[in-house]
């Protein structure tokens, strides 16, 4: 069975940073790696994607330039590095992979205010 185990949510003023991680005891290395967020009342949103060499990433527009995806396979982790964060990016942040079906961690919620 698969499981993703996100972390790093919290609060944190605008301005801040914060840093979102996954576990699994997947081999995360073998797989593009995507997070999400969404919000009360809305679709999830695809907000970084990375390819399974890390070689490749894509980004939402909303956060280009603030947000970095990244990826160490030798330690089997995917890491979102989040900056200049705004209240706009307040949601439940997902982890999702896709092995014949799209497969979702239970979230970590990340909340930007004063």
């Known amino acids: 069975q698969v499981q993703l185990v996100e972390s790093g949510g919290g609060l944190v003023q605008p301005g801040g940073s914060l840093r979102l991680c996954v576990a699994s005891?997947?081999?995360?290395?073998?797989?593009?790696m995507s997070w999400f967020r969404q919000v009360p009342g809305a679709e999830r949103e695809l907000v970084a994607r990375?390819?399974?060499?890390?070689?490749?990433?894509n980004y939402a527009d909303s956060v280009k330039g603030r947000f970095t995806i990244s990826r160490d396979n030798r330690k089997n982790s995917v890491t979102l590095q989040m900056n200049s964060l705004k209240p706009e990016d307040t949601a439940l942040y997902f982890c999702?992979?896709?092995?014949?079906?799209?497969?979702w961690g239970q979230g970590t919620q990340v909340t930007v205010s004063t």
């Open positions: 005891g997947l081999e995360l290395r073998l797989y593009p």
């Open positions: 999702s992979l896709y092995i014949g079906h799209q497969y």
């Open positions: 990375i390819s399974s060499s890390g070689a490749t990433t």
